[in-house]
């Protein structure tokens, strides 16, 4: 029998922060300049900063180093959080836009929160 190991794409919390910062990009692409200057872009670096951080975390060797990287992306989604609002009370996005994006903000703080949780208890180092 061949031992499948865990793979990236295997961890729900980056495929999901993945997706959206995909999302994200679509609404962000079509703002103007000004609004894409401002909010756009700080917004695109922290949703893209949960899966990239997910993704170093999980390429790093110890449980310490993996959960370190976790936690930032834990940061990176509160600081979504923050772009979120900013948004919505600048007419960025529209509120159907705003909540999927909270929703999904919310939904990836908990994966993230179980993902540290599995790392701690299944990894010896």
Do not use: H, P
């Amino acid at each position: 029998m061949e031992k499948k190991f865990l793979t990236l794409n295997d961890i729900f919390a980056y495929k999901r922060a993945l997706k959206l910062s995909n999302y994200l990009w679509e609404i962000v692409i079509i703002w103007n300049i000004f609004q894409k200057n401002t909010v756009g872009q700080q917004f695109v670096r922290a949703i893209d900063s949960i899966s990239a951080n997910i993704a170093e975390g999980f390429g790093r060797w110890s449980k310490k180093d993996k959960i370190r990287f976790y936690r930032y992306a834990s940061g990176s989604v509160k600081e979504c959080l923050d772009w979120n609002e900013k948004s919505k009370a600048r007419k960025l996005i529209t509120q159907e836009q705003y909540n999927f994006i909270l929703e999904e903000l919310l939904e990836i703080t908990i994966l993230i929160n179980e993902l540290i949780k599995y790392t701690n208890y299944k990894l010896k180092i």
